[in-house]
């Protein structure tokens, strides 16, 4: 069975702590926090160097490899930063390992020639419509949702432990 971590073979990650997991409350997606590992600053060993390598990638931006989190140190104690990821883990979970990193891909294409580029619109960026299901949203835009619900909640003022 793939447990989601097989072929990173980093050390020096973590697990989801308890008050993060309920801090967090219900997602909307099912997710099995067990499976995510998060790469955070003060990350050693060939985990820190990855989640160096992957931030450099990303512009500095938080990503979400399957069920890895990889967190810039700005984004540390961030909870709704951390829910949009973990949105991205339960996509991963919930679509499997080749439906999630096309889409994924895809998305980032778009969202890369909209900010360089303007051209299209934001894969964040969405209008909330009633009657419309939650998996209807794009790949992003249920992220952006998420991460918007839990700023607006005093259970984002939770802090994360320090590494």
Not at 16 to 32: F, K, M, S, Y
Not at 74 to 80: K, M, Q, V, W
Not at 121 to 135: I, T
């Amino acid at each position: 069975m793939d447990n989601g971590q097989r072929g990173m073979g980093m050390g020096d990650r973590r697990e989801l702590d308890r008050g993060e997991i309920e801090g967090l409350g219900v997602l909307p997606l099912a997710l099995d926090p067990g499976r995510v590992r998060i790469y955070r600053l003060g990350c050693g060993g060939t985990g820190g160097a990855f989640r160096k390598l992957v931030l450099r990638l990303s512009g500095g931006r938080a990503v979400a490899l399957g069920n890895h989190v990889f967190l810039p140190a700005r984004c540390e104690g961030d909870l709704a930063a951390l829910a949009h990821e973990l949105t991205h883990c339960a996509q991963y979970q919930a679509w499997g390992r080749w439906r999630y990193f096309t889409r994924g891909a895809a998305v980032q294409l778009r969202d890369l020639l909209h900010r360089r580029l303007g051209w299209g619109a934001s894969p964040y960026a969405y209008r909330l419509e009633d009657g419309k299901p939650f998996e209807a949203y794009g790949m992003e835009q249920q992220g952006q949702i998420v991460e918007d619900s839990v700023r607006t909640s005093s259970r984002a003022r939770y802090s994360a432990p320090s590494a």
